[in-house]
């Protein structure tokens, strides 16, 4: 029994050796694969065509889901917000939170993860499909990097497309609390725009920006790693596109936790 | 006495422990077409993509057109790479692309691209030579096994390769089309004088292909000569391929 009980723990614990030095392993592997996008991004030939493709597939096509997103996401919280606000008499500040926390928060946290889920899903299946179909090694053979053209055309692409979607974004999430606050009550644009901008600084709007270009250049980077990594046919197209959109929104989150503390800090230092 | 332009010596290889190569040796002489049979899953593909750079050995040496893989920079391989054409098992067309583009892809990247006439006529002219001028429009999914392997042999060839690695060039095919695909490699050597490795376990296609056939049996070689001397070779198991 004793036996069994120490042969259990023995697994157990090898078992959480093995997952760590994966985890480790897979952060390494990542690593080095991103660095070659340092590397590449400077020299010739630039893809441009290829570039402003992705630019058009990986932005303007995520239009309609972030339009919609945002819409609601501001309609909603104005909606909720009011009972409360009223309560303590504070209803003409509610432009003000949904701003501050759409910009400073939920635009970017939310349009990142919508792009993980749309965008980031898409490329992992895309280039994982290519790789099982030896589409990937085509290219290198007939002397075309491919990291050149698919990873670094992918990445920049997300990196330049995410700040453009995430103040579009936080623009579309301000036209839905005002609508919500105009069902509810009565409120000029202009009177909702001075509320809304009346306590934003300068400050709450850089982070957000940074942020949407490191969630960007993080969730296309993580993408493109599983994609290239995928294998055993179709089962391994699949789960390159699940481990893109989850892993990425992970290190959203990360990155999001960081952001935040770095603002604090800046904020309690600086300001 | 011909020139060796692929010399392999002593490859190893292994996957998860797993032998899959254990010491070949080859060697592939300029205008000669050799064919490398086996059973599947006996390692001939993995010896095709060590070649060409794309797996690599655990030990071992590669020589292509006299230069040692190991010695190259990542930049040279791919430079050396244009000489080598490959045709894959599926074809590997990029299915984002039309037939057009799929030939053009590599003509645009070049060192000394051509124009854009010249790429439009270059890829007429390989399209006419596999007998699929018409499909230039359509995309990948639209074209059939054997439309799709002509498409990827005309996409090798355009970049002049001066030897081609076949993997598996007439599986999965009628007759018809695996006769065409032949007739192709034939031609390739008698026009343009270009070498072939050809992996294949079509004995219909290495017997009017190879000029040399090695055999591949678990990791090692070491049965090797023309179609004929190996039908009446004294070894159940190579015969056996060849009934």
Known sequence: ?271 | MKEDIIVVKDLYKSFKGKKVLEGININLKKEENLCIIGKSGSGKSVLLRSIIGLIEPDSGYISVFGKSLDDLHENEVIALRKKVGYLFQEGALYDSMNVEENLAFPLKRQPHPKSHKEIKATIRLALQRVGLLSSINKMPQELSGGMKKRIALARTLILEPEVILYDEPTTGLDPVTSKEIIELILEMRATNGISAIIVTHDMYCARLTADRILLLNEGKMDVEGSFEELKRSDKDWVRAFFE
């Open chain 1, 1 to 271: 029994m004793k036996k069994d009980k120490e042969q259990l723990e023995e697994t157990t614990t090898e078992k959480s050796e093995k997952s760590n030095g994966n985890f480790f392993r897979t952060l390494g592997e990542l690593t080095v694969f991103s660095s070659r996008f340092f590397a590449l991004v400077w020299s010739p030939p630039y893809e441009l065509d290829e570039l402003f493709t992705q630019i058009f597939r990986l932005g303007y096509k995520s239009l309609f889901l972030v339009t919609t997103t945002a819409f609601i996401i501001g309609f909603v919280m104005s909606l909720q917000l009011y009972p409360s606000m009223k309560t303590f008499g504070a209803e003409d500040l509610i432009p003000n939170m949904v701003a501050i926390a759409v910009i400073r928060e939920i635009g970017p946290v939310l349009t990142g993860l919508i792009c993980a889920g749309k965008t980031g899903s898409g490329i992992g299946a895309e280039i994982g499909s290519m790789k099982v179909t030896d589409q990937i090694d085509a290219m290198s053979i007939s002397g075309v990097d491919p990291y050149k053209y698919l990873v670094v055309t992918r990445v920049l692409a997300m990196t330049i497309t995410m700040p453009f979607l995430v103040i579009y974004s936080a623009g579309l999430s301000l036209v839905g609390s005002y609508v919500a606050v105009n069902i509810t009550d009565d409120m000029s644009v202009t009177m909702y725009i001075n509320s809304a901008f009346d306590y934003m600084y300068f400050y709450d709007f850089v982070p957000s920006i940074i942020k949407a270009f490191f969630f960007g250049f993080t969730i296309a980077m993580v993408s493109c790693f599983y994609g290239y990594r995928a294998d055993y046919g179709t089962v391994g197209v699949g789960k390159a596109a699940n481990a893109s959109v989850v892993i990425s929104s992970l290190i959203i989150f990360f990155l999001d936790m960081l952001a935040a503390q770095l603002s604090h800090y800046y904020q309690n230092n600086f300001v």
